[in-house]
């Protein structure tokens, strides 16, 4: 499969080392509109042309699909060329900036028969992997909570909030594990530098009484990656930046009985052991990019489709409409 990448900037090196890495798959052309960028690109790999213009991309007969790695606001006008152009699409996080201009490209990509796919790259992490199979198979119980902190200092966006940028990876996952789509949003944020919220909270409502909580922040002093899920069974934390024992999952529980009579609910700890599962080490945007090249060379449907990107989409766009008043419950 020939690609043509859009945009290389922080993630486009990424993308254009595993496809080029990737057998079955060859980069055969990168635009990007930063001088500096495209000598950065021609220095890393001088068998692959560079432009600055994307049309020479998106119109190329020889490519037979495009990963756009730009930013979010380009996204919709881009994919839609490539789309029209009879391209298979991969985009980066966040799919696009509109509910509305991600409907039009999963129309559009459905119908010229093109694999439309979204960058939810933690997807295919070994963590996530064992977390989905522990959730499928019941070893949680029914879930109560989903409670994530994604912060770090620094790599501030320009064209969208600290919501957009960072908590699109947890809205995938959680969209990933949780049954149903959440039926309502809170969010609060602030921002302090560029007129953008640089520090946000949202909490997500799911059915069964599941809730889910996320912090994100571009002003904090430490990097932190850490994520707790807990069921009725067992709880388990995801601590993305060990680097050994990444997930542990505890034996640990609360069981509630009621005494005939009495109105006072019994509570009881349920405490065992704690152990940390061996993780799949691949990295996971080989892998990704891979599963594209597979769905668009057979035409399975991605599971990180346009419409996986979309349902994230509408979850920002709606926790939006909850910052804008100030922390109000916004059904989706």
Request: aromatic share 8%; with cysteine; proline share 4%.
């Amino acid at each position: 499969m020939k690609f043509g990448v859009i945009g290389y900037g922080y993630w486009g090196p990424n993308i254009v080392r595993n496809l080029a890495q990737l057998e079955g798959s060859q980069v055969l052309a990168i635009a990007e509109i930063s001088p500096q960028a495209r000598t950065r690109a021609q220095k890393a790999h001088p068998g692959i042309k560079v432009v600055a213009s994307a049309t020479e991309v998106l119109t190329s007969t020889e490519i037979d699909a495009v990963a756009v790695v730009s930013p979010v606001w380009t996204h919709f006008e881009l994919a839609k060329a490539a789309l029209q152009n009879g391209k298979h699409v991969f985009v980066e996080k966040p799919f696009t900036s509109t509910s509305a201009q991600g409907e039009e490209l999963i129309n559009l990509a459905a119908q010229k028969n093109l694999t439309l796919m979204v960058d939810h790259t933690f997807l295919f992490t070994g963590a996530v992997k064992k977390i989905k199979q522990l959730v499928d198979d019941g070893a949680l119980g029914p879930l109560y909570y989903y409670d994530s902190t994604r912060v770090n200092l620094g790599l501030f966006q320009h064209d969208c909030n600290v919501l957009w940028d960072l908590a699109p990876h947890d809205l995938s996952i959680m969209d990933y594990l949780l049954k149903g789509d959440p039926q309502a949003v809170v969010a609060t944020g602030q921002g302090h530098l560029n007129g953008h919220e640089d520090v946000a909270y949202m909490t997500l409502y799911f059915p069964e009484k599941v809730i889910a909580h996320v912090n994100v922040n571009w002003l904090s002093p430490v990097k932190v990656r850490t994520t707790l899920i807990g069921g009725e069974k067992r709880m388990l934390v995801w601590n993305d930046l060990e680097a050994d024992e990444k997930l542990k999952i505890y034996d640990k529980g609360v069981q509630i009985g009621s005494r005939e009579g009495v109105y006072e609910l019994l509570v009881s700890y349920r405490s065992g052991d704690m152990w940390a599962p061996q993780l799949e080490q691949s990295e996971a945007l080989r892998q990704e990019m891979a599963y594209f090249v597979e769905c668009a060379t057979t035409g399975q449907r991605p599971f990180n489709d346009g419409c996986a990107g979309l349902r994230v989409v509408r979850m920002l766009e709606t926790a939006d409409e909850s910052l804008k008043k100030k922390g109000a419950l916004v059904y989706l």
